[in-house]
């Protein structure tokens, strides 16, 4: 799935990298909740008590080594809990999302291709672009000063009025001259 990103800095790969799915963290032990065990008992023919035959499995199932741990079924894991993406690109989908207060001119390209305006970027500061149409239209997910913040999947009638006012808090809270950046995040 896709979701629209806005990131707050000037540094895109260290902003994002806390929360890269690739990005490995110290070995930990993950156990499997109830309804977890039944699918994989079930995909395999198992029965969902015979925890050291599932835990065999593991590999298979999670590509992770498997154990059992106080009658339950678990895990090692180097993947990193805070991941929420595979990969990602500036713009991608959303490429343009924010619109401009004001068009910027482009650059010409080594002078074959006159100069043009843009009205809508994927990378601006924050004081020249129109935040009330940012405001009125945001993006899914918001990441600034480390924290990952985003509306619920879909979000409609309640839900997308809580979004709106979470993410007008926290916009709030952005410095006029930080860089913002509309980024794809894929998960």
Not at 158 to 178: C, N, Q, Y
Request: aromatic letters at 10%; one cysteine or more.
């Amino acid at each position: 799935m896709h979701t629209c990103l806005l990131v707050a800095g000037d540094n895109i790969d260290a902003e994002l990298l806390p929360f890269s799915q690739h990005l490995e963290v110290e070995p930990r032990e993950v156990l499997l909740s109830e309804d977890e065990v039944k699918s994989m008992a079930e995909h395999y023919g198992i029965s969902p008590t015979d925890l050291h035959q599932l835990a065999s499995k593991m590999k298979d199932w999670e590509d992770e080594d498997g154990i059992v741990k106080s009658g339950r079924l678990g895990r090692i894991s180097k993947r990193n809990p805070d991941g929420r993406f595979d990969f990602y690109e500036v713009g991608g989908r959303w490429n343009g999302f924010l619109q401009l207060r004001q068009p910027r001119q482009l650059r010409r390209f080594f002078g074959l291709f006159p100069a043009g305006y843009a009205t809508r970027v994927s990378s601006a500061k924050k004081s020249q672009i129109d935040q009330q149409a940012l405001l009125a239209d945001p993006p899914a997910a918001l990441l600034f000063r480390g924290q990952w913040f985003a509306s619920q999947i879909f979000a409609k009638g309640e839900a997308l009025k809580t979004w709106l006012e979470e993410f007008s808090r926290h916009f709030s809270e952005i410095p006029d001259d930080t860089t913002l950046t509309i980024v794809d995040v894929h998960s």
